[in-house]
């Protein structure tokens, strides 16, 4: 079973840097699109950024400037590099896999809290 593994949340102070990574547990030539969401209390999960296997990228608004999204397919992993950290920014963030969604082949990892307070 594929498993994928969120690392390097923790608590940040405003203006802030945090990376998260995230390794796949399947070759990473196999996964089209990486994608991190994130879900704040009572709010709906969104997606953040993308990166597809033409190295491709997309963002939400609120981070563009700020977040980059990476993938090492040596390593099955992807990173997001997030600067300038707002509290704004405070959720649960979580990576996804897709490798064929049409055909449920794609994955989600637990997740790792991110928070932004002085």
């Known amino acids: 079973q594929t498993k994928v593994v969120e690392s390097g949340g923790g608590l940040v102070q405003p203006g802030g840097s945090l990376t998260l990574s995230c390794t796949a547990s399947i070759s990473a030539s196999a996964i089209y699109e990486w994608a991190w969401y994130r879900q704040a209390p009572g709010s709906e999960r969104e997606l953040v950024a993308s990166?597809?296997?033409?190295?491709?990228?997309k963002y939400l608004d609120s981070v563009k400037g700020r977040f980059r999204i990476s993938r090492v397919n040596l390593k099955n992993s992807t990173y997001l590099q997030m600067n300038s950290l707002q509290s704004e920014d405070t959720a649960v963030y979580y990576c996804?896999?897709?490798?064929?969604?049409?055909?449920?082949?794609?994955?989600w990892g637990k997740g790792t809290q991110v928070t932004v307070s002085s």
């Open positions: 996804y896999v897709d490798v064929a969604r049409a055909l449920g082949m794609d994955y």
């Open positions: 990166i597809d296997s033409g190295g491709r990228t």
